[in-house]
């Protein structure tokens, strides 16, 4: 198979066809057994741009350490407020600036376009960490991938996605990337943070999907729970979320409810809605998700800068 994601930009899952994803999945698990030399092969004297105009811990850092592990170096915008933008400068001259450093580029940013604008403006391959409320691709490829290493598995599997299904980026893309799998995916939230209707739209046909408000109606059916983090920052109003806050909590005495084998994941970072009980569980996949990251974003990066990946 040619490789999919070779000078491409990644903008949003829905670009990526189920095999592409299986290639990139093979191509996590090859980079798994490969030893620290040669890792290290493949992307020497390449140069990663994280241009992160909004907080980040785990996109930033994994994809700055992937890039690492596999011989590249980095540089970094970690705040609008240290750069030029602060003069304000636009986001097209930062990337047109940027672009002649780098060879390829993630872009994290409030608006959701910015990666496919940022992308039609620059030669250099650009990686969207997250546009606004509309999509965040490759946390989605972390997060199927744990799925599949987890359970052994990615078709038919029965998954609960808990939460701020309007604001939460990771949940469109994983939706979409999972659509692929004839997922039966279960949607629980409050009534105000209800999945927004284009992804409804979208997935008729795709998926199966319903919409719950109460997660102890379902989790005794179901393989996995994506938790997510109500997005604060992104509520329109104060007050809506002090309506939501709380609304749904993940403990010991819910998980009892479940499966035995009911993997909990989360985008991270949580607020509130996982208590730290449920960390020292069996069930508690979250942390070992994000670890995923590093590996697949390494992947993810070998493929977008080497024609022929390592056998
Ligand atoms: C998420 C994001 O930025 O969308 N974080 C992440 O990348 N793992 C989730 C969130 O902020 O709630």
């Known amino acids: 198979m040619i490789n999919p994601f070779y000078g491409r930009d990644i903008i949003s899952i829905r670009d990526f066809s189920k095999l592409d994803l299986e290639y990139l999945f093979r191509m996590s ?3 798994q057994k490969l030893s620290h030399d040669e890792l290290k092969v493949l992307a020497p004297g390449k140069l990663l741009g994280t241009l992160f105009f909004e907080p980040s811990t785990r996109t930033r850092l994994s994809f700055e350490a992937a890039m690492l592990s596999i011989g590249g170096g980095t540089v970094s915008i970690v705040e609008a407020r240290t750069t030029s933008i602060e003069k304000g400068e636009n986001l097209n ?3 047109k600036t940027v672009e002649s450093y780098v060879d390829i580029m993630v872009l994290r940013h409030h608006m959701e376009g910015a990666a496919r604008f940022a992308a039609q403006i620059t030669q250099k391959p650009v990686i969207n960490g997250g546009s606004g409320i509309e999509e ?8 199927i991938y744990t799925l599949l290493k987890l359970r052994g598995r990615i078709t038919n599997l029965k998954i609960a996605v808990i939460g701020d299904l ?3 980026r990771t949940v469109y893309s994983l939706l ?29 046909g795709k998926a199966k999907l319903s919409q719950h408000e109460n997660i102890e109606e379902i989790i005794q059916d179901v393989d996995a ?15 809506e979320y002090e309506k939501v806050k709380g609304s749904y909590v993940i403990d010991n005495k819910l998980l009892s409810k479940g499966r035995e084998d009911l993997m909990v994941l989360h985008p991270l970072p949580r607020a509130t809605e996982i208590k730290s009980e449920v960390d020292k569980t069996p069930n508690a996949k979250y942390f070992i998700q994000a670890q995923y990251g590093k590996i697949v974003r390494a992947a993810l990066i070998s493929l977008m800068l080497n024609e022929q990946p390592p056998n």
Do not use: C, W
Request: proline letters at 10%; a negative charge.
């Open 176 to 204: 979409y990337g999972l659509a692929n799998f004839n997922p039966q995916i279960f949607l629980v939230s409050p009534p105000d943070l209800m999945v927004r209707d284009e992804a409804l739209i979208d997935l008729e």
């Open 93 to 95: 001259d930062t990337v």
């Open 225 to 239: 729970i994506y938790v997510t983090r109500i997005q604060k920052e992104r509520l329109p109003d104060p007050l």
């Open 29 to 31: 698990d090859k980079i």
């Open 166 to 168: 309007k604001y939460g």
């Open 136 to 143: 965040h691709p490759t946390q989605a490829m972390l997060d």
